[in-house]
């Protein structure tokens, strides 16, 4: 990566963090409509003890277990297009297409059910 100042990268690091922690927060409201997030948090949510349930998928009806504090696919797709971009300097679609199917076949995990046949 070529130099940049230390204010520059301590950004980068927050996006790139701050995408991961948000997605692990809001992993508890996905596929959730607004008045279904207020019935199911009632006071807010804020911390990742509070999400204790398991998630439907409205697409394929099946159900995902995550953890309190695990990110979504979203996270792995991201870092899969940014190791690709660490390495090739570069956007190439052909290699972000090669980590996607790697990650669906390999890590996607009760993803694979759903997103994994577009792979």
Not at 17 to 40: C, I, M, P
Not at 83 to 97: G, N, Q, Y
């Amino acid at each position: 990566m070529p130099d940049i100042n230390a204010e520059i990268e301590s950004q980068i690091y927050g996006v790139i963090f701050g995408q991961a922690v948000g997605d692990a927060l809001g992993f508890g409201t996905e596929f959730l409509s607004k008045s279904q997030v207020a019935q199911e948090y009632p006071s807010g949510l804020d911390t990742y003890r509070q999400i204790t349930r398991f998630q439907p998928s409205q697409d394929k009806g099946y159900m995902l277990t995550w953890s309190p504090g695990d990110w979504t696919d979203d996270t792995d797709q991201i870092l899969c297009i940014l190791d690709s971009l660490l390495e090739h300097h570069r956007v190439d679609v052909l290699d972000i297409a090669r980590r996607f199917h790697h990650w669906a076949i390999t890590d996607g995990g009760e993803v694979k059910k759903g997103v994994g046949e577009l792979f």
